[in-house]
């Protein structure tokens, strides 16, 4: 299973980008996913999630407020849309999916994982 992530790059401080996730290999209808980050040093972290049953997003309070997670079935895509972004937000994304019914925020409950997509944030 191939997710392919796109979107990231380099952004000043209180800018906006929107990350791509996008398979040919899952119904994303039947598929739970999530967005996930990795800073320098750090520990792969949750930052959002969407439900396959109704697309219901989930966003912890770290993030929320400032990120939002869609999705467009018809395209086989999801999207995280990163407002306001903050030099700390600087990490790597990663897109992952999970065959079950409910966001999970752990990264061991997620089976498929795309390769990531750098994003960075200057101050």
């Known amino acids: 299973v191939q997710l392919v992530e796109s979107g990231g790059g380099l952004v000043q401080a209180g800018g906006s980008l929107r990350l791509s996730c996008t398979t040919s290999?899952?119904?994303?209808?039947?598929?739970?996913m999530a967005w996930f980050r990795q800073g320098p040093g750090q520990e792969r972290t949750f930052v959002a999630g969407?439900?396959?049953?109704?697309?219901?997003?989930y966003v912890p309070e770290s993030v929320k407020g400032r990120f939002t997670i869609s999705r467009d079935n018809s395209k086989n895509t999801v999207y995280l849309q990163m407002n306001n972004l903050k030099p700390e937000d600087t990490a790597v994304y990663y897109c992952?999916?999970?065959?079950?019914?409910?966001?999970?925020?752990?990264?061991?409950?997620?089976?498929?994982w795309g390769q990531g997509t750098q994003v960075t944030v200057s101050s």
């Open positions: 969407s439900t396959k049953i109704s697309g219901s997003p």
């Open positions: 992952a999916a999970r065959r079950g019914d409910f966001v999970r925020t752990a990264t061991g409950e997620c089976e498929f």
């Open positions: 290999d899952l119904t994303l209808s039947r598929t739970t």
